[in-house]
Nanobody
Framework: QMQLVESGGGLVQTGGSLRVSCVAS????????MGWFRQSPGKEREFVAA???????YYADSVKGRFTISRDDAKNTVYLQMKNLKPEDTAVYYC???????????????????WGQGTQVTVSS
């Protein structure tokens, strides 16, 4: 199986930056669609960003231009670099992975087979 562990969350001021990491074990991330999702109290889990096995990158409109997803195959790690953070970015951020989803399905949390435990990101005003 594949195991995912997120880290790097914390407290940051509005306008600040933070990078969260997702370390995978058991399988190589280069063979998977890797996604970042987030969830805040009272809301559904929300798509943030994804990177496919071929290097395609996709972002939610709410984070486009501020967040960057990347993959380091040597470290088997996926990153989410967050800039110009806003209070509405406050959420638990989850890493997810899948190998056999249909093209275009990476926007949907139900399509992913593997999930990390999440890391809390809090943006203060």
């Amino acid at each position: 199986q594949m195991q995912l562990v997120e880290s790097g969350g914390g407290l940051v001021q509005t306008g600040g930056s933070l990078r969260v990491s997702c370390v995978a074990s058991g399988r190589t991330v280069s063979s998977y669609v890797m996604g970042w999702f987030r969830q805040s109290p009272g809301k559904e889990r929300e798509f943030v960003a994804a990177i496919t096995w071929s290097g395609g990158i996709y972002y939610a409109d709410s984070v486009k231009g501020r967040f960057t997803i990347s993959r380091d195959d040597a470290k088997n790690t996926v990153y989410l670099q967050m800039k110009n953070l806003k209070p509405e970015d406050t959420a638990v951020y989850y890493c997810a992975a899948d190998r056999d989803m249909y093209t275009g399905s990476w926007y949907y949390s139900a399509e992913y087979d593997y999930w990390g435990q999440g890391t809390q990101v809090t943006v203060s005003s």
